[in-house]
C-alpha cells in the first residue's frame, strides 16, 4: 500500500504564500504520477496540479495558472505544491493523490491513493 500524509497548510493573508507537502512512503513512488486537489466546503472537489513521474511535465488548473508551481524529490518521496498570490477563494483543503497511470490526468476517480488533506484558509 501507499501512504500519503499532507502538511504545510494554515491561516494566511490574501498575497501571501504557502507551501505544501506530501510525503508519501509505501511502492515505490517516482513511478506515481501525482496530483493535487482541493475541496471547498460545500463545493465538489476540484483538480488543482500534477506532475508527471519525471517531473517533466506538469499541468495546472486556469485558476491557479501562474500563481502555484508544483514539484517533487523523488529521493524524499515528496511532492510540493508553492502557493503564492493566494486569494480567499484559494480556501480549501488541500489532497495529495497518486497516479499508477503514465499520463497527467486531472479527473479525481482515476487516482489510486489519497492523502487526509491539509487545511488552508486565506483570509481577506
Known amino acids: 500500500q501507499v501512504q500519503l500524509v499532507e502538511s504545510g497548510g494554515g491561516l494566511v493573508q490574501a498575497g501571501d504564500s504557502l507551501r505544501v507537502s506530501c510525503a508519501v512512503s509505501?511502492?515505490?513512488?517516482?513511478?506515481?504520477?501525482m496530483g493535487w486537489f482541493r475541496q471547498a466546503p460545500g463545493k465538489e472537489r476540484e483538480f488543482v496540479a500534477a506532475?508527471?513521474?519525471?517531473?517533466?511535465?506538469?499541468y495546472f488548473a486556469d485558476s491557479v495558472k501562474g500563481r502555484f508551481t508544483i514539484s517533487r524529490d523523488n529521493a524524499k518521496n515528496t511532492v510540493y505544491l508553492q502557493m503564492n498570490s493566494l486569494k480567499p477563494e484559494d480556501t480549501a483543503v488541500y489532497y495529495c493523490?497518486?497516479?499508477?497511470?503514465?499520463?497527467?490526468?486531472?479527473?479525481?476517480?482515476?487516482?489510486?491513493?489519497w492523502g487526509q488533506g491539509t487545511q488552508v484558509t486565506v483570509s481577506s
Open positions: 509505501g511502492r515505490t513512488f517516482s513511478s506515481y504520477t
Open positions: 493523490a497518486a497516479d499508477s497511470g503514465s499520463f497527467i490526468r486531472i479527473i479525481g476517480s482515476t487516482y489510486d491513493y
Open positions: 506532475i508527471s513521474w519525471t517531473g517533466g511535465r506538469t
